[in-house]
């Protein structure tokens, strides 16, 4: 038994303070202010579990008789324990204090404190190379300050690419203020990189970027033909990297070795430069050459030539010479150029008063010869020159063009129909509709007044400026309907009644009086019926002898029930006169009664 318990004591005092005890490292020994962090301590006989360890704490170095800084830990072997402490905010020299379970203290030795301090965090200045190769490995320094006295300071360093980090192939540390990164071979051409560099637990990003650069490519050249004498912007498609600085020089040669230099030249997109070409002489045809500041040259597949001769600027003629005054013209001749830049139109106003010159409101290039010019505005009466000039070419146009009054809608045609199921065309009459369909942009109709508008299903511009037809559908309900035109963006519409058109209930006629009577002068003949309308212009009345042929009569529309028809005389004795009237365009026949003629 006593031997028993001599063992039992033994173990006891083993499990506490042995003279093997101790700590042998603390990292990290240097910790930022403000920064709550975590303390690995590494030792010997540190115990066998969390309840052999009472506490952690930090202690100020300079003595024993200052409070412990108590700090959360947890014991992980025999060897090492973890502890968290709490941020500080002054400047701080700690050793590490470990009370046991049996109350004895094991102390970091005084070599071993851990500092707390204001540490500046690694800042990056500048990057070298700014540019280099796709699908290289390329490697780049970054200078910068703070960067650690030691490779073992750097906790990381990156490269970004769409913020996305990716470890650096190698990483070399010159010294505080230089480190190496080398690139993966993988990233492609037009590629913005940076860079993180991360001592401790604080990181900075670089503000320069490298550029990865394809070699340039260029697909074709537009145009491919030009006027000899004059100076040609030449446009180069294809792949020029992602910024201009990559580019170091265009030029275009005549024989594939003699280089000329653009008379200037800019980088315009990642997929276009333009370069403009010196006043070539006839004849000659042109390669273009694109060099990157990596020294990588591609030359051009297509070439731009010049022509023979110089191409002279003809004007054939030009329509509509009368119009509103924003109206748009058409101009015909020839040798207007390649593309639009080529050529520009202006003209001169004579408003009577002070002439002026002014452009387009807008120009349109069609083709080598057609083009189109919108006038911006003009005052009524003015009579308008305008000039086309090609290069140093310029040509006035003739005929002239007028400015007329405003397009006016005065009346349509038919006035009014019955109702019934089929499409009908109805004739728009006004005033400067226009040249040519195209001036008319759209023809619609209302019903009843309401706001919705609905495009005639086709129109047409008539033999002249005055008449355009429209085509409405079928099953149009009764109703008065109004007309808008859009001639050469202006709307153009009326409420005049002559300018509307009616849809009515079909007429009918219920009977005549009086039924006979002498002919041997003018017989007033009253018809009765319904939907006879109240538009007299639209309303008329016929009547013809013994089934001939119809004829039109004089007559006064008296309400839409009734009409007088006035039958003039000199009809043989028992003749039968039928009577009917028309609305628009439907006839109603009198099928019963007859008007027959007694003397």
Excluded at 24 to 39: C, Q, S, Y
Excluded at 45 to 63: E, F, H, K, Q, W
Aim: include cysteine; aromatic fraction near 10%; glycine fraction near 6%.
């Amino acid at each position: 038994m006593r031997r028993l318990i001599c063992v039992i004591i033994l173990a006891s005092i083993f499990a506490g303070a042995t003279a093997a005890t101790a700590i042998t490292d603390v990292t990290p020994k240097i910790i930022p202010l403000d920064t709550e962090a975590t303390l690995t301590i590494t030792g010997t006989d540190l115990g066998n579990s969390n309840l052999d360890i009472a506490s952690v704490s930090l202690i100020p170095a300079m003595g024993f008789d200052s409070p412990d800084v108590p700090c959360e830990f947890i014991w992980e072997s025999n060897t090492q324990i973890v502890c968290s402490i709490p941020a500080f905010t002054g400047v701080y020299d700690a050793r590490v204090k470990i009370v046991l379970s049996d109350g004895s203290n094991v102390y970091s030795p005084p070599e071993m404190t851990v500092q707390f301090r204001i540490i500046a965090g690694p800042h990056i200045v500048t990057i070298d190379p700014s540019i280099g190769p796709a699908y290289s490995s390329a490697v780049v320094t970054l200078f910068g300050r703070n960067f650690g006295s030691s490779a073992a300071a750097v906790t990381g360093i990156s490269y970004l690419v769409d913020d996305s980090a990716y470890p650096c192939k190698t990483m070399t540390y010159i010294s505080s203020h230089y480190l190496l990164c080398e690139l993966e071979n993988d990233i492609v051409g037009n590629t913005r990189v940076r860079f993180r560099v991360t001592i401790g637990s604080i990181a900075t990003i670089s503000a320069g970027v490298f550029h990865t650069i394809a070699p340039p490519q260029i697909l074709r050249v537009t145009p491919t033909v030009g006027t000899a004498g004059f100076d040609r912007i030449v446009t180069l498609h294809g792949e020029f990297s992602g910024f201009g600085a990559a580019i170091k020089s265009v030029n275009y040669s005549p024989d594939g070795s003699t280089l000329l230099d653009c008379k200037s030249w800019s980088w315009v997109h990642i997929n276009r430069i333009l370069c403009t070409v010196e006043a070539p002489p006839a004849g000659f045809s042109y390669t273009f050459k694109v060099c990157d500041i990596l020294d990588d040259c591609v030359w051009s597949d297509t070439v731009y030539a010049s022509y023979a001769e110089a191409k002279v600027l003809s004007i054939y003629t030009m329509f509509p010479t009368a119009g509103g005054h924003s109206g748009r013209v058409t101009i015909i001749g020839s040798s207007f150029g390649n593309i639009p830049r080529d050529v520009d139109v202006d003209m001169e106003v004579d408003d009577g008063v002070s002439p002026y010159r002014t452009g387009c409101g807008a120009m349109n290039w069609m083709t080598d010869n057609r083009l189109t010019c919108t006038i911006p505005h003009a005052p009524v009466g003015s009579t308008i020159t305008f000039r086309v000039t090609l290069h140093t070419q310029a040509v006035d146009v003739s005929p002239t063009y007028s400015v007329l009054d405003a397009h006016t809608l005065t009346s349509v045609s038919p006035h009014s129909t019955s109702y019934n199921q089929y499409q009908r065309d109805i004739t728009l009459i006004g005033d400067n509709f226009g040249d040519t369909l195209n001036d008319v942009t759209n023809v619609q109709y209302t019903y009843n007044n309401m706001e919705t508008k609905k495009s005639c299903l086709a129109w047409k511009l008539d033999t002249d400026t005055e008449t355009v037809i429209c085509r409405l559908p079928q099953f149009m309900i009764v109703g008065y309907y109004q007309f808008f035109l859009t001639i050469r963006d202006k709307t153009v519409t009326s409420l005049n009644s002559q300018a509307l058109y009616y849809i009515n209930d079909p007429p009918t006629i219920i009977s005549i009086s009086p039924t006979s009577g002498s002919t041997g002068t003018t017989v007033d003949v009253t018809i009765t019926g319904t939907n006879f309308g109240s538009l007299d212009f639209d309303t008329k009345c016929y009547f013809n002898v013994d089934d001939a042929s119809l004829r039109s009569t004089p007559f006064e529309l008296v309400s839409d029930t009734e009409i007088v028809c006035k039958v003039p005389g000199g009809f043989d004795v028992s003749s039968q006169l039928r009577f009917a009237v028309s609305i628009g365009t439907q006839t109603i026949y009198e099928k019963v009664q007859y008007f027959t003629v007694t003397s």
